[in-house]
């Protein structure tokens, strides 16, 4: 059976009610990278990984020193970024770096075993390649900030096949007193459906293939000098080897509302596929505007002297269908608004990240100390809610920690679960991770303290991985799946029945029945035709 975050073991009566006791199970395997950086403030602490259908693990990471994987030698320019997998076994299989200022922001790999990576990097960055071969970016010229944009591909034995660079520009017809700042920052990235899906945080002017996202810029004086760039967010669709970009969602600050000392605007955005339909889901504060393929829509959202409402929009880009959930307003940061993840399971849109004061999604749920955690699960048919949670923890002194969500995972008998952590902000470090898991219907059954302060994680049907830094060191945690059988070359024809099994299609998806295609059963590649 898929385990709740695969190291959780809930036990159920006949009745399949939930019992009270669960145990913590040891990882199938550990893996330690040390003392690749000459200090701790050079880890990128949320640096992201995935872990393939094939059961192989692919991890990232910074590094200012040169080191050993899979007996090859990974050298860095600066503090560089390094990509490393491991098989189902711990054994290291192959290594890449990015030689110069860069940072992996996101991560995701195809059915087929291809890994694809983005983030950001400063002026110039080698790319190196498991066939010997190199590849060069260049973004925006003599910039030692990581401002611009990347995306890579690579196949399952490290050889790269595609890459791309996207760099912001600036507005020289522009007074910036303080100057401008530029970015094009990618969040999320999935590959399915021989497409590329990706959420982006952009300023200033940027230019992909056709499509244009040029930033708005606030005048807070109205003065035309005092000049500040304003956040953007869009989602974008791209070819597998990254070109004809198409625009799915934009979102920016509305045009009436460029003068004055609001800086309104979108603060965060990620999306979701499930076969056609593309979901976004974003928020932000003030007047916004949001860009699909074939509308255009104006929001107004409440703001007073001090404080200001931080809705949620759920967006079906495909079909074009939006609904808002409100919220009362707070006086709280609006960077602790926060859009973690989003799956598509079983019908349902599933939304993890964090809120202060009332919940978007459930008035009556509300925060404890700085923020809260959430989880919410929406209908995909009408984008109605089904049940909406929060933590619930109360992590001390609401102006020196906070809480993360790392994502969320669900079983085979339908429990959403989560890793949520308590941040310190005076030290950016961890002081605890708990794992918080639903039922169906959105009871909370289990609060547990993990094992070890995680980082990131990534499940699919061949189980799960979790990062930790401690110091210098990172170390991954490999939770098996028990019913994941890799290397089965025969495909079955059949029928396949949900009673003896859960039932995953080639993206990892847990799906309640299947229809034609190919689909993973007890670990058995399944064609139903």
Not at 251 to 274: I, R
Request: hydrophobic share 40%; with cysteine; proline share 2%.
């Amino acid at each position: 059976m898929k385990k709740m975050l695969l190291f959780v073991v809930a036990m159920f009566t006949a009745a399949t009610s939930f019992a009270q006791s669960y145990e913590i199970e040891d990882p199938t395997w550990t893996k330690t990278i040390n003392d690749v950086v000459d200090d701790v403030s050079d880890v990128y602490v949320n640096a992201p990984l995935v872990i393939t259908n094939q059961g192989d693990v692919v991890k990232t990471g910074t590094f200012t020193q040169a080191f050993e994987f899979a007996g090859k030698e990974l050298e860095p320019i600066a503090k560089s970024a390094y990509i490393v997998k491991y098989d189902k076994k711990g054994n290291e299989v192959w290594g890449n770096a990015l030689q110069g200022a860069a940072t992996v922001t996101a991560i995701t790999a195809d059915e087929a075993g291809n890994v694809f990576v983005a983030g950001v990097f400063a002026d110039k960055v080698i790319i190196t390649s498991t066939d010997g071969q190199t590849a060069e970016i260049n973004g925006m010229e003599e910039e030692t900030e990581q401002v611009s944009g990347f995306i890579a591909s690579f196949d399952k034995d490290g050889k790269l096949l595609a890459y791309r660079q996207f760099v912001p520009a600036v507005d020289e017809s522009i007074f910036y007193m303080d100057g401008a700042d530029p970015r094009f920052r990618i969040n999320k990235i999935v590959a399915k459906n021989e497409k590329v899906y990706l959420t982006v945080n952009y300023k200033c002017l940027n230019k992909i293939d056709d499509v244009e996202l040029n930033g708005k810029v606030l005048d807070a004086w109205g003065l035309g000098f005092m000049l500040i760039d304003l956040d953007g967010y869009a989602a974008i669709r791209l070819d597998k080897d990254f070109t004809n970009a198409e625009i799915l969602a934009n979102v920016q600050t509305s045009d009436d509302v460029l003068f004055g000392e609001y800086q309104m605007a979108p603060q965060a955005m990620k999306l979701a596929v499930d076969g056609d339909n593309v979901y976004v889901v974003w928020t932000g504060w003030g007047d916004l505007t949001m860009t699909t393929v074939n509308e255009s829509q104006d929001y107004s959202f409440e703001v007073s002297e001090s404080n200001k409402e931080h809705p949620f929009i759920v967006v079906n880009a495909t079909t074009e269908q939006a609904e808002v959930f409100h919220a009362p307003t707070t006086d709280r940061d609006a960077q602790l608004f926060t859009i973690v993840d989003l799956q598509v399971i079983d019908g349902k849109l599933y939304i993890a990240g964090t809120f202060i004061g009332s919940l978007a999604f459930d008035n009556a749920v509300t925060s404890t100390g700085a923020c809260d955690a959430f989880l919410a699960a929406l209908n995909t048919s009408d984008l109605s809610v089904v049940w909406a949670q929060n933590s619930g923890i109360n992590e001390g002194d609401e102006n020196k920690f906070y809480e993360t969500i790392l994502g969320l995972e669900m079983s085979d008998i339908g429990v959403v679960s989560s890793i949520v952590n308590t941040i310190d902000m005076g030290t950016n470090t961890i002081g605890r991770s708990n794992l918080f898991a639903f039922e169906p219907e959105g009871r909370q059954v289990l609060v547990l303290t993990a094992p070890s302060n995680y980082t990131a994680l990534s499940t699919g049907v061949a189980g799960a991985v979790f990062n930790s830094n401690v110091g210098t060191s990172t170390t991954l945690c490999y939770f098996a799946d028990d019913d994941f059988v890799q290397g089965i070359e025969n495909i079955e024809n059949g029928t396949l029945n949900i009673e003896n099994g859960a039932i995953f299609n080639l993206q990892g998806q847990r799906v309640g029945k299947a229809q034609k295609g190919v689909f993973i059963q007890n670990g058995k590649k399944v064609v139903v035709k």
